[in-house]
């Protein structure tokens, strides 16, 4: 017997709307949130949660990257249900304050990766943000893909906010 999964509810309730205290849609990321910085995660604004909501995740990826095209910086999961995301999030596979959440492999590490554009190019990041009806089990070895899979049929919304990194920029 076939296994039933849950629609994936994606886009179909409010949107989930994400904003940032760091930068703007489409703005320049500070130096503190990149690779040459203080590599500090950006704290992430959540609006028009589903109130079915029971965990959420997020991602980190690099669409300008040349040769692997959305390279992720960052994968975490099993995070609160809250409207704010907190910068800062310290490194580890598991993380218990300042709130709890799991972070998988990304960028060869369990933790978030800032921008790191080589060669002083200008690249595009996108923070993605779910909010899933369901915790999920995933091993800390995980990765970008692994964690997509697990979300399959859970995911009730999401949300992506977008900035741009150059090493040196003029503002």
Request: contains cysteine; proline residues 9%; negative net charge.
């Amino acid at each position: 017997m076939k296994k039933e999964v849950p629609e994936n509810r994606a886009y179909r309730g409010n949107p989930l709307t994400i904003s940032s205290s760091a930068f703007a849609e489409g703005g320049w990321i500070p130096d503190r949130h990149s690779g040459y910085g203080e590599d500090r995660s950006p704290e992430l604004i959540l609006e028009g949660i589903d109130p079915a909501a029971v965990s959420m995740a997020v991602t980190l990826d690099d669409a300008d990257h040349p040769l692997f095209p959305n390279y992720n910086h960052w994968v975490a999961w099993n995070l609160p249900v809250v409207p704010v995301i907190p910068a800062g999030l310290p490194r580890g596979a598991l993380v218990r304050e300042p709130i709890c959440l799991e972070q998988g492999m990304a960028y060869g590490k369990h933790c978030y990766r800032g921008p790191k554009p080589p060669f002083h190019w200008c690249h595009e990041y996108r923070f993605t943000v779910y909010t899933l009806d369901a915790r999920l089990d995933l091993p800390a070895s995980s990765d970008k893909s692994a964690l997509l899979a697990a979300m399959e049929g859970h995911i009730l919304q999401s949300g992506t906010l977008t900035g741009k990194y150059q090493r040196n920029h003029k503002l």
